[in-house]
Structures are given as C-alpha cells and as structure tokens.
C-alpha cells in the first residue's frame, strides 16, 4: 500500500525558510516518474508549486521559481521541499504528490500525502 | 501561461446527472485529469487521461474532452458525491495547471 507522509514545521516567521519532508512507503521512490508539491490556502484552490522527474529536472511554477528547491533522498524514500522568504501568503497545507506514469502530454497524481498545515505568522 | 475555467458551484438532486466543465484554449490537445477534494481530505484522483477511471472508482465517473472544453459528468449522483472537484492539465510537457475548482452541491 503506498503511502506519502508530510512532515515539517507547521510554524515559520516571516523570512524563515519552509523545509518540507515527504516520505514514501509501500512503493520506491526511484519508481515514479514526478514528483510534486501542491499547496491549498485555507478555503481556496489548490496550487502547484512545483515537480520533480525521476531524472532530476525540477519544474517550478514561475511565480514561486525564485524561492524553491525540490530534491530527492533515495537512500531515504523521501523527497523535499524548500521555500525560501516566506510571507503571510505562504501559508496553506502543502501536499506531497507522486505520478507513477506520464506520456507526451503529461502526467496525472495519483498518489497524495494527507497534507500538512503550515502557518507563517509573526 | 495557460489557464483553465471551472464553475464556481454545480447543484444537483440525487440521482441526477452532475456535469462540471472545465475550459482552456484548445484544451482537447491536452490530456486532462479530475480530482475530487472533500472537506478535511487530500485530493483523490477520480478520471486521468481525459476519460479513464483508476480503479476503485465507480462507473458513474466519466470524463470527456474536445474543443476548448473537457467535462467531468457524474451520473446518479449521491450525497457522498459532494465535494470540491478540480481539473489539471499540464503545460510544455511538464508545468502542472489546475482549475479553480468547483464545488459540487447535493441538493
């Protein structure tokens, strides 16, 4: 059974940087093709922040590229998040994603953490 | 960069059909994906490569897709069918677009 698991701060002042752990079970990490990170404001949409390929090349959205980072650990089944000069609007649960096929077109998350609230707040 | 349109809201009684659109330019070139978001939950996806259900997800789930809009229709619906439903597609190969989501009411 495949299993995604957030794990961080869930408080951070304003300027702090978000350090985000997602960690895998059930299922190797080196199996899936992306890996990404999607965050919700509360009571908003969802919002994608970036994803990973299994090869290495990272895919961040362009208003956010300047601030992230996404690596994996494969010795450690888990993939992470950085977040740099967060702000108020930095706050929102963040969920860890994984796509386990993809075409020329595109790929789908069809496995998804529980999330994680995080609060950016003086 | 590209965007997609989902309503806001959808109200349906039980056992009807529910449709929730989703539009975006040409969005029939592109491989379109629907997730179902209920309150407290993390998204679960319910129709990946326009109409193609995972598994465990019941036949009353289908999806089309042509033109500037896809459509994710929900036939007899139930209570438990609401929940906030959001389309994603992906852009240049590898930029992840979602919908603004909308919320689907059981009368």
């Known amino acids: 059974q495949v299993q995604l698991q957030e794990s961080g701060p869930g408080l951070l002042k304003p300027s702090e940087t978000l350090s985000l752990t997602c960690a895998v079970s059930?299922?190797?990490?080196?199996?899936?093709?992306?890996w990404g990170w999607i965050r919700q404001p509360p009571g908003k949409g969802l919002e994608w922040i970036g994803s990973r390929y299994h090869s290495g090349s990272t895919y961040y959205h362009p208003s956010l590229k300047s601030r992230v980072a996404m690596s994996i650990d494969t010795s450690k089944n888990q993939f992470s998040l950085k977040l740099s000069s967060v702000t108020a609007a930095d706050t929102a649960v963040y969920y860890c994603a994984s796509a386990s096929r993809y075409d020329a077109r595109g790929y789908d998350f069809d496995y998804w953490g529980q999330g994680t609230l995080v609060t950016v707040s003086s | 960069s590209y965007v997609l349109t989902q309503p806001s809201s959808v109200s349906v009684a039980p056992g009807q059909t529910a449709r929730i659109t989703c539009g975006g330019n040409?969005?029939?070139?592109?491989?379109v994906h629907w997730y179902q978001q209920k309150p407290g939950q993390a998204p679960m996806l319910v129709v990946y490569d326009d109409s193609v259900r995972p598994s465990g997800i019941p036949e009353r789930f289908s999806g089309s897709n042509s033109g500037n809009t896809a459509t994710l229709t929900i036939s007899r619906v139930e209570a438990g069918d609401e929940a906030d439903y959001y389309c994603?597609?992906?852009?240049?190969?590898?930029?992840?677009?979602f919908g603004g989501g909308t919320g689907l009411t059981v009368l």
């Open positions: 040409n969005i029939g070139s592109k491989s």
């Open positions: 059930g299922y190797s990490i080196s199996s899936a093709y992306y």
């Open positions: 994603q597609v992906c852009d240049s190969g590898s930029f992840v677009v």
